[in-house]
T-cell receptor, first 114, second 113 residues
Framework: DSGVTQTPKHLITATGQRVTLRCSPRSGDLSVYWYQQSLDQGLQFLIQYYNGEERAKGNILERFSAQQFPDLHSELNLSSLELGDSALYFC?????????????FGPGTRLTVT | GENVEQHPSTLSVQEGDSAVIKCTYSDSASNYFPWYKQELGKRPQLIIDIRSNVGEKKDQRIAVTLNKTAKHFSLHITETQPEDSAVYFCAATPNTGGFKTIFGAGTRLFVKA
């Protein structure tokens, strides 16, 4: 157990819908990262937040947005869902701030768009 | 743009043999290189990492080497065991204010008993 929690574990929804994925980082970690992993694919970096502020952005679609709240949990919002958005979405957290770069991954949320 | 190439995509070895996975990165600002192991349906787990000011790091049967000039780094697993079978990902992280981690495509390692 990495200490990073993600909810829900599984999500099945229809095309055109909107969903919200939630992540709670390890205690003390200030950074949260979101990744997308499609079937048999690598990990695609989406976005990083540090202490509530966006720090780095990857190839995140405009239909996707994220935020990190004052209690440091983060939410990834996916809207106008398409079949191709079906994937495993991982959240990771790290201390950062020049202390430690190690990222600890949560168990993931498996999103199925039908 | 930033890119990490990883080879081979599949690697099959006999138990007890060594396994080597190689990665090349493009962003010269990259200064942190982690390796993750992912078992089927599970989360990626950090197994070893190296920073750009170090050329080699070892942890029991696992070692990583970094050649900054050539922009490549490698994972070496010695005395492989069946439980080493998994997908291994390399990654490169540039420290440019944020940590936009770029992952390689992964190597599926099979260790035959």
């Amino acid at each position: 157990d990495s200490g990073v929690t993600q909810t829900p574990k599984h999500l099945i929804t229809a095309t055109g819908q909107r969903v919200t994925l939630r992540c709670s980082p390890r205690s003390g970690d200030l950074s949260v990262y979101w990744y997308q992993q499609s079937l048999d694919q690598g990990l695609q970096f989406l976005i990083q937040y540090y202490n509530g502020e966006e720090r780095a952005k990857g190839n995140i679609l405009e239909r996707f947005s994220a935020q990190q709240f004052p209690d440091l949990h983060s939410e990834l919002n996916l809207s106008s869902l398409e079949l191709g958005d079906s994937a495993l979405y991982f959240c990771a957290s790290s201390v950062d701030a020049g202390i430690s770069y190690e990222q600890y991954f949560g168990p993931g949320t498996r999103l199925t768009v039908t | 743009g930033e890119n990490v190439e990883q080879h081979p995509s599949t690697l099959s070895v006999q138990e007890g043999d060594s396994a080597v996975i190689k990665c090349t990165y493009s962003d010269s600002a990259s200064n942190y290189f982690p390796w993750y192991k992912q078992e089927l349906g599970k989360r990626p787990q950090l197994i070893i990492d190296i920073r750009s000011n170090v050329g080699e790091k070892k942890d029991q049967r696992i070692a990583v080497t970094l050649n900054k000039t050539a922009k490549h780094f490698s994972l070496h697993i010695t005395e492989t065991q069946p439980e080493d079978s998994a997908v291994y990902f390399c990654a490169a992280t540039p420290n440019t204010g944020g940590f936009k981690t770029i992952f390689g495509a992964g190597t599926r390692l099979f260790v035959k008993a």
